[in-house]
DNA sequence: CCTATCCGTAAGTATACGCTTACCGTTCGT
DNA sequence: ACGAACGGTAAGCGTATACTTACGGATAGG
């Protein structure tokens, strides 16, 4: 998260807007398609998707009446490379703990990790 | 975003509690050297680590009256083995639809990457 | 031209959320 | 025992946000 005041991880922050983008990883999809699989109305969809096109993560054509969305490969990749290099990060600093750790005392709480699924 | 409704990336939507795991990613540290590091409140960075425990992105040890944070590795490690999961169902789907649109008329916008930094 | 379909946007609303100050329990040093 | 430091939590507040309905422009078919 390093540039962590960006509109892509905000925009993601919001479950409804990661569920057009489940859909629309599995194919392009009209706004209406859309509104079809999801709980809410086709104007929520509409809102979400113009904060997803802000945010570089998904982009549009227009057929006829119909805008057909689909996921921004460039997008989706910029996040990917962010959480690595963030990831990539957190590695060193664990390193970094882990050494300090072996010489002193720690109390530790919730050590566990808590699984995301 | 398979699991879409996941904690943890409903958690990384905010902007201060990426910049709190922004600075954990370089070394744990405790609630008030946080707080001097961000521009809101203790009792805020205190609420936001709640979150960011509770969602299994960050741990805590005690040091006397201290409360030291770090990143839980798991937990990033889920977001991220969750992203490549979503890339490369994205990827597919992307081939899919250039295959479909190489033998059709189209009328695109926003083609370009909307870059995120 | 008329009608139907599609969808962006405006406007309104409820509420979740991120912030604050205040309070109080815990720990530690004197 | 007392005071200082630390930090969780309660309570309050303002506002952003995610939702809705309504409206109207664009497209396409008859």
Redesign the interface.
């Known amino acids: ?10 925009a ?4 409804t807007r ?2 057009i ?2 859909c ?5 999809l009209a706004v209406g398609e859309l509104a079809d699989e999801l709980p809410v109305s086709r104007p929520a969809v509409s809102q979400h998707l113009k904060v997803l ?4 993560l998904v ?5 006829g009446t119909r805008r057909i969305y ?11 490379e ?3 290099t ?2 990539n ?3 060193t ?2 390193r ?2 882990a050494e300090d750790r072996n010489s002193r005392t ?6 566990q ?5």
Do not use: C, H
């Not at 982009?59 to 057929?63: C, L, V």
């Open positions: 998260m390093e540039a962590y005041e960006s509109e892509a991880w905000d993601i922050g919001d479950p990661r569920a983008m489940t629309l990883a599995g194919q392009e096109k802000n945010a570089g982009a549009e054509r227009t057929a689909r996921l921004n490969p460039a997008g989706v990749a910029a996040l990917r962010q959480l690595e963030f990831w990060r957190a590695l600093g664990y970094k703990v720690r109390n530790t709480t919730d050590e990790p808590k699984e995301e699924e």
